[in-house]
């Protein structure tokens, strides 16, 4: 997978996601509108936060100063890369699993943002693997 791909899976899961908080905010009825309306636009804004925030960290020009910074930063970032992967499979699976054993299905309307995370995490494992 390259920076191509994920972009084109950033965009697919976006669209799901506006899809998924619009259907939250028609099917969850016990709850007011402006909380449903606030829960959405939330769900919206961690998916895109979480990528953004993790795809753009190797862009930052002051781990380029000298050659220790270079490699001490490389090593730690490739660790925060992994650790971002592999929280997003631990979220995923968190989602799925309470969802099903507290019949709590209206959760799982909050499922694209671990991808987000995932998305963000790879593209900086990329990012980084490229240098």
């Not at 959405?40 to 979480?50: C, P, S």
């Not at 910074?69 to 730690?76: E, R």
Request: charged share 15%; with cysteine.
């Amino acid at each position: 997978m390259n920076q191509t791909d994920i972009k084109k899976y950033y965009k697919l899961f976006g669209y799901l996601n506006l899809t998924l908080s619009i259907l939250f905010i028609i099917v969850s009825r016990e709850i007011e509108l402006t909380e449903r309306i606030i829960a959405a636009v939330a769900i919206n804004i961690g998916y895109h936060m979480l990528y953004l925030f993790f795809s753009s960290i190797s862009k930052d020009s002051t781990r380029m100063n000298n050659k220790f910074n270079k490699n001490v930063g490389g090593i730690m970032l490739k660790l925060f890369s992994i650790f971002g992967i592999l929280s997003s499979f631990i979220i995923i699976y968190v989602f799925i699993s309470k969802a099903i054993s507290l019949n709590e299905y209206l959760g799982l309307f909050a499922i694209c943002i671990p991808f987000g995370l995932f998305l963000g995490s790879f593209s900086l494992w990329i990012d980084l693997s490229n240098e």
